[in-house]
């Protein structure tokens, strides 16, 4: 399905993955003018793109970039046992699949790419860029799931217990949790939009998938040093969900040499949309600063390819032995 609204044109479609699941996927694009670039959207735990994430969609396309979301298996408007991942490479490779696929269009083969990753979509994005590590041109992590917080984290003896559990019943909705939407959101308005969404899942984690957050974020925090790719990171300074301290050990140990870090004081961690107004548009006019600043003239793909292919100091390079 397809619609279009002035200067945006919003696009439908349900592809199926390797494991026979059918997945939403949406798009917003300039309606009349070339993209400058392509964004692709990880969304996070529970939520989904076509209506918790149709805010950035909205306004980084009416900055001139085609922006592309998908939902995880088990998430928003995709098949799947709802908010249930029993391995996170799953929806890891469904994101590289489909997000390749349009990188990969002749009409798309020389744009610049980027991952924008939300909260565990933050994680989903790092292990997209470990996975290809030279594919992506730079990435937006926005409050990024590389250690849950101290605040949020079960009781040892509590993850003991899940993690046996979760091998026998797997599916059980009964980690003990507290209300991640009042926590992850500073307006009352969003909130009660989140809550009256039915595509969001409100429910108690499931077992296994509580044991794989829980796995991949430590995970994340002892490779901090692989990410190499150009990033912006941007953290509520409030944040009870994800920890800011682990974003800021993410911009100190990321062998990135491009690499920015915005803490926002007293913000929470759902940024881009449960915030004030006034601070939404503060994350995102920083977001899309970041971005102007490489996609400016002179840095897309096609030009960075010629400079290569045209600078003799590299051919030397690739002459020797």
Known sequence: MALETGTIRFEEEFIFNSRGFKLYTCRWVPANTEPKALIFLCHGYAMECSISMKGTGIRLANEGFAVFGIDY???????????????????????????????????????????????????????????????????????????????????????????KLSKIIPKWKIIPVEDITELANKEPQRIEEIRSNPLCYKGKPRLKTGVELLRISIEMEKNLHQ???????????????????????????????????????????ALTSGETLQNINLVFADIIAWLGDRTAVGSSRWETEEKASNDPHIHGLQGKT
């Open 73 to 163: 298996e088990g998430h928003g408007k995709s098949s799947g046992l709802q908010a249930y991942v029993p391995c996170f490479d799953d929806p890891v490779n469904d994101c590289s699949n489909y997000f390749m696929s349009i990188c990969e269009k002749k009409e798309n083969s020389r744009k610049q790419r980027f991952l924008l990753g939300e909260s565990m979509g933050g994680a989903v994005a790092l292990l997209l860029h470990r996975n290809k590590p030279g594919y992506w041109d730079g990435a937006v992590l926005v409050a990024p799931m590389c250690k849950i917080a101290d605040d949020m984290k079960p009781h040892p003896f509590v993850i003991y217990t899940i993690n």
């Open 227 to 269: 990410v190499s790719l150009p990033f912006l990171v941007v953290h509520g300074g409030d944040d009870k969900v994800t920890d800011p301290s682990v974003s800021k050990l993410l911009y100190e140990k990321a062998a990135s040499k491009e690499k920015t870090l915005k803490l926002y004081p007293g913000m929470c961690h």
